[in-house]
C-alpha cells in the first residue's frame, strides 16, 4: 500500500486548507484512514480519522475547525482545514490502519504516507 499526500503549505493564520492522500496498492475500503502531524521539537499526535463506514473522530484540538471526507471511487482522503492558527503548523501524515477502536495510536497503522508541511503564519 502507498499512500501519496499533498496540499500543504504557507498560509496565513484564519485561512482554509485541504490536504489530500491517495491510496494506491490494495482495496481502498479495507483500512480506515487517520490523519497525524508533527510540530517543530514535538512528537506526532493524532489529528483525526476516518473509519470504514465514515464514521469521523477528531481530536480536541481540531475539531469544530478540521473535517476528514473521502472519496472512495478515486482512493483518496481528504482533510479541511478550516480557521487555521500558528499551532497548526506541523507536517501533516496520513495513515492507513485496522484497528478503529485503536485509532489515535500510531500503532493500529499498518501504512503511512511522506508527510506534507502547513506552516501558518500569524
Known amino acids: 500500500v502507498q499512500l501519496q499526500a499533498s496540499g500543504g503549505g504557507l498560509v496565513q493564520a484564519g485561512v482554509s486548507l485541504r490536504l489530500s492522500c491517495v491510496v494506491s496498492?490494495?482495496?481502498?475500503?479495507?483500512?480506515?484512514m487517520g490523519w497525524f502531524r508533527q510540530a517543530p521539537g514535538k512528537e506526532r499526535e493524532f489529528v483525526g480519522g476516518?473509519?470504514?463506514?465514515?464514521?469521523?473522530y477528531y481530536s480536541d484540538s481540531v475539531k469544530g475547525r478540521f473535517t476528514i471526507s473521502r472519496d472512495i471511487v478515486k482512493s483518496t482522503v481528504y482533510l479541511q482545514m478550516n480557521s487555521l492558527k500558528p499551532e497548526d503548523t506541523a507536517v501533516y501524515y496520513c495513515?492507513?490502519?485496522?484497528?478503529?477502536?485503536?485509532?489515535?495510536?500510531?500503532?493500529?497503522?499498518?501504512?503511512w504516507g511522506q508527510g506534507t508541511l502547513v506552516t501558518v503564519s500569524s
Open positions: 495513515a492507513a490502519g485496522s484497528r478503529w477502536s485503536e485509532r489515535a495510536r500510531e500503532g493500529s497503522y499498518d501504512y
Open positions: 496498492g490494495r482495496t481502498f475500503s479495507r483500512y480506515f
Open positions: 476516518i473509519s470504514w463506514s465514515g464514521e469521523t
